[in-house]
């Protein structure tokens, strides 16, 4: 089954701890990207990846890392969460970025 | 300064009915343009796309409609049923290496 799986769905941690959300996708896409979403303020893009060791910022990067070293792989690092970052993350995944999207579960994070 | 506008938070519609969803946009370098639509607890799973070069685009129940000159966008949703009761987000994109922009959503209810 095609598919964008993210781990874990549900977090909770405490300010400062290290933290990797997983994100892996089935379809060879080469195009992968994530987002949060908060009350009022709809899905906004935290950063994006056209290919391998291809990765750029989006809207809102501040406090977020990410890498791609394999096609399938786009995990998601806060090296020092804070509480504003406790929000709703999906990845999602394209054949290209002209093409629509593929999203994950999401990963509900609680940073307290 | 947001790019993609959903001006209405919430929508109730009588199952049977017509669902009308609006967007507006204001960077005209926007070309393409897709609805997305959320269920609790899911990722946003694609719904249905529009180039720019069309004004509409019909996939059984659904057709989005396009006024470039007026810089917005529509979903019908005819007739709509209580499975379509979901946060309808709109999100566009222009051409080159530029991501998504997504609303913010709305909230759909159709009531039985």
């Known amino acids: 089954e095609a598919q964008v799986t993210q781990n874990p769905r549900y977090l909770i941690t405490v300010t400062g701890k290290k933290l990797t959300v997983t994100c892996s996708q089935n379809?060879?896409?080469?195009?992968m990207s994530w987002y949060r979403q908060d009350p009022g303020l709809g899905l906004r893009q935290i950063y994006y990846?056209?290919?391998?060791?291809?990765?750029d910022k989006g809207d809102v990067p501040e406090g977020y890392k990410v890498s791609r070293k394999e096609k399938r792989n786009f995990p998601l690092i806060l090296e020092s969460p804070s509480p504003n970052q406790t929000s709703l993350y999906f990845c999602?995944?394209?054949?290209?970025?002209?093409?629509?999207?593929?999203f994950g579960q999401g990963t509900r994070l609680t940073v307290v | 300064d947001q790019q993609v506008k959903q001006n209405s938070p919430s929508l109730s519609v009588q199952e049977g009915r017509i669902s009308i969803l609006n967007c507006d946009y204001t960077?005209?370098?926007?070309?393409?343009f897709l609805w997305y639509k959320k269920y609790p607890a899911e990722g946003p799973t694609f719904l249905i796309s529009?180039?720019?070069?069309?004004d509409k685009n019909e996939d059984g129940r659904f057709t989005v409609f396009l006024n470039k000159s007026a810089k917005h966008l529509s979903l019908h949703i005819v007739p709509s049923q209580p499975g379509d009761s979901a946060v309808y987000f709109c999100?566009?994109?222009?051409?080159?290496?530029?991501?998504?922009?997504f609303g913010k959503g709305t909230r759909l209810s159709v009531i039985a």
């Open positions: 379809m060879n896409h080469e195009y």
């Open positions: 999602a995944s394209s054949p290209w970025i002209f093409t629509e999207a593929f």
């Open positions: 999100a566009a994109r222009g051409s080159g290496n530029t991501p998504l922009v």
């Open positions: 529009i180039s720019s070069i069309k």
């Open positions: 960077n005209s370098m926007f070309d393409y």
């Open positions: 990846s056209m290919n391998v060791e291809v990765t």
